[in-house]
């Protein structure tokens, strides 16, 4: 909710401070001119990205999604009118928007062609995604005489890479490329599903020195201390997180968990990060992990925290371009 004649300086705090969001304006260069400049905002209750793209389209500034600061950073260039011109649709905490289309017939074979859509899907810097699929059976697409378009591969699912740091990531749809009479899709829409963890949850083990293995339950997950190690001036500790239903959430390819917050906590209040972690093995619902410390007092004086999403759930998030003409 913004009302009023404000600053963009001061509607931006306002936004990070309703939302959760970190808005970074480093990229702006000597940011303080348009910091200041007044605009008259008037909304209620909308969700984060329709009020951002409605105040950045009158700041004239946009948003680099790509950067690794894991906030939305700000630049100098000309946002899109919002869901206005068709190109950009919402749901939720995520924000969809067209980037181009590119036709192409390939000579040999001769009947080798295809339109591919390139969309760039986008998620607010307090959500982090572990996964986003597309299935291509639920992708649809009409051209501008009412006729349904052809997709191309409808069995295929299309696994969208989530990088740690970006808000971002781009999918391309592919398509069968109409007759040459078409000259725009009038509508585009499909449903992206993505997994989603829950709040992230500290476990806490204390008195490492005396330690014996010890299973806490948050929720959907449990973390199990299963031994903690003196090695020189460094300590071992090794963890298995289960998850009840993670659905696909600890396959091979996911590196999410690797992130998740682990650290000593020392009597006085002091916090020692792992020098490295390592998995020592891996199933469908559950991952160990070798977590190593530097070490400067007896164990017993340490206490291990380590932190998890303790829920992980799958969400359909549906998007719907309109009157896009084709190249």
Sequence with gaps: TLSGKMSLADILTSLERQTGNKICTARLGNSAPVLRRTLDIDVLKVPFWNALDLVLFRAGLGVYPYGEQGSVELVTQAAPRAAEDGYVSYAG??????????????????????????????????????????????????????????????????EVTVPRGPIASRLILPLALPPRDVRAIAELRGTLSALLPSRVEPFRFPDLGRVRQTTKRIAGVSVTLEGVAALGKSLEARLLVHFDQPGDALASH????????????????????????????????????????????????????????????????????????LP
């Design 93 to 158: 905490p995520f924000r969809f928007q067209l980037v181009s289309l590119l036709a192409q017939r390939d000579l040999k074979p001769p009947e080798s062609r295809s339109l591919k859509v390139e969309l760039e899907v986008a998620w607010e810097p307090r959500v982090s995604p572990i996964g986003l699929r597309q299935p291509m059976a639920d992708v649809q697409a009409t051209d501008d005489r009412g006729n349904p378009m052809a997709v191309d591969t409808p069995e295929a699912s299309l």
């Design 254 to 325: 996911r590196t999410w968990i690797f992130s998740n917050p682990a650290y000593l906590e020392t009597r006085d209040g002091k916090t020692i990060g792992p020098e490295s972690v390592h998995p020592t093995r891996q199933t469908a619902n559950e991952l160990g992990l070798a977590l190593t410390f530097p070490m400067d007092r007896s164990p017993e004086e340490y206490t291990l925290v380590y932190a998890t999403p303790t829920t992980i759930g799958s969400v359909p998030l549906e998007y719907r371009f309109r009157d896009i003409p």
